[in-house]
């Protein structure tokens, strides 16, 4: 049978509100062996409030089902957050999205499960399993601060939020590794390129993010000197005590303890995020390591015939800084050629983390201004909602400065702009040639004949955790 490549390229941005829901489809010129023409990846499904007038996560569930023809060959979760994967975890939402039957997901190496991560295989040293036991401990604490009695109501309201919000999603993780114990789960990092050649054959992933540990020589060596202090802040109770007795002292104790020599990467973030925060203590540290969470995204790097799109999660500066490193060739990294040209040749960039003023890195648009210069477009898409997130007028997201300095390298289309009862917008372009992707926004959409749809399917109970 002749080989079979991809003609056509098309990224489906679903209207979620504050959140992520991506279907990446490519169409090949002649049938795969299975006798279908496209090949479908969902990356993330989730939200934390859904779009004035949108869909709910499970109208959502079953707009990807038919886009994607009854069958997914690859689930991207690129981080546990809810707004990534929450539709995962939806009673609704999940009965329709286990029936698709994904072949591959694909999460960060931060979201091995606890039983798996002795496995020699995986490699983790002790400093990144404590890491791990970080993250399991957030969302109790965040639970615990909740519950605890704030003067501020802002704070009270931001503590809900944060347990809320949520760091654990047992029912999205539950299926998420279901589907990884069915077919094949990759706990990805970077520098990984994944092996895609049944699955999607000419699709190449180089994976740019999350980092080990062992990329992060200051974080290396805090764990090798026991000084990792607010890794133990978080390991055990001793958080909730600090917001209970208001121990003013801690605070400055992790700021030394996080100070230099070598500040690096998450702590030397977390220490700035501490400093310039200035609300209740325990919620401070609590905040600070959820945003923590943000860097453990997956960022991918895709190539498609001569398209490259690169797809970032919510990865901020510090996730960021390796990749970046390596294609300048800066910080003793030794300069990654290919990975800068490749960087410089994005054709569409999913905005990270909604917009934010810390997720799209001035030294990732540097790579571009070059190709830009001599007509090339770099297209962005973003998935946003106004309002949700908006701790300050500087950290207000969707970032307005962020957007108008895009529209400097190509058009920008976002998800809040569409009309309410549009669902979805596609970016489309061939899988080679001079053509740039091009906007097309999805149909309005009938509500009664959607409803009277979905009351007809079969139903299945989910799998729980």
Known sequence: MRTAHPSRIRLRAYKVGFGDCLLLTVTYGSPLPDGRRERHVLVDCGTVENADDGPTIAEVADLVAEHCGGQLDMVVATHRHRDHIGGFGDSRGAEVLDRLSPRIVVRPWTDVPEDRRADPALGLADHQLRFLGVLDRLHPQAEAMAALSFDSRTVATRAARLAEFGFKNPQAIALLEDWGARGRAEYVSAGMTLDLADALP???????????????????????????????????????????????????????????????????????TLDSRRVTQGLEIVEALDDVLNNTSVILLVTIGSRRLLLPGDAQAENWSLPLDQADGSRQRTRDARLASALGKVDLYKVGHHGSRNATPRRLTQHWREPVARGHQVVSVLTT?????????????????????????????????????????????????????????????????????????????????
Do not use: C, I, N
Request: proline share 11%.
């Open 385 to 465: 909602k106004q309002g949700v997130y908006e701790k300050s007028a500087e950290g207000a997201v969707p970032k307005d400065e962020l957007v108008t300095g895009l529209r400097d390298f190509g058009p920008v289309y976002s998800t809040d702009d569409l009309d309410p009862e549009v669902w979805w917008m596609d970016l489309e372009a061939p899988a080679r040639g001079p053509a740039v992707f091009t906007h097309t926004p999805g149909p309005p959409v009938d509500r009664p004949a959607r409803e009277a749809l979905r009351q007809r399917r079969p139903r299945r109970e989910p799998v729980t955790p």
């Open 202 to 272: 000419g699709v190449g992933m180089r994976v740019l993010g999350p980092p080990t540990l062992a990329d992060v020589p200051s974080l290396t060596r805090y764990a090798k000197e026991s000084e990792e202090y607010w890794l133990g802040l978080a390991e055990g109770d001793a958080l909730t005590s600090l917001v209970a007795e208001g121990d003013a002292g801690s605070l400055a104790l992790a700021r030394q303890v996080l100070a230099d020599p070598g500040g690096m990467g998450s702590a030397e973030w977390l220490l700035r």
